[in-house]
């Protein structure tokens, strides 16, 4: 599983990282990226900014993608 976010869309809210923080985190422009063994996809963003999601995490990134207002979680599916 592969994980984006379309920042374009996020409302800085923060839900994604209080559900999976290992993937989801808020940066100093207030909006929310992912990561990959921690290292942030934030240069660039968007879609060319995915993250390969660990297994034991996807029921969380799933969540994280069903909570989000913006709608904004993007998953990929091998
Ligand atoms: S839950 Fe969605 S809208 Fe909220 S910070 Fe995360 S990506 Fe942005």
């Known amino acids: 599983m592969k994980v984006w976010i ?4 996020c409302t800085g809210d923060g839900l994604c990282e209080e559900i999976c923080p290992p993937v989801f985190t808020l ?3 207030g909006l929310a990226y992912v990561k990959e ?3 942030v996809r934030n240069n660039p963003g968007g879609s060319q900014g995915m993250a390969v999601v660990p297994s034991e995490l ?3 990134v799933v969540e994280a993608s069903e909570e989000c207002p913006g709608e904004c979680i993007f998953i990929e599916r091998d």
Do not use: I, T
């Open 6 to 9: 379309d920042q374009d869309l």
């Open 27 to 29: 940066l100093d422009d």
């Open 37 to 39: 063994d921690g290292v």
């Open 58 to 60: 996807e029921d969380a």
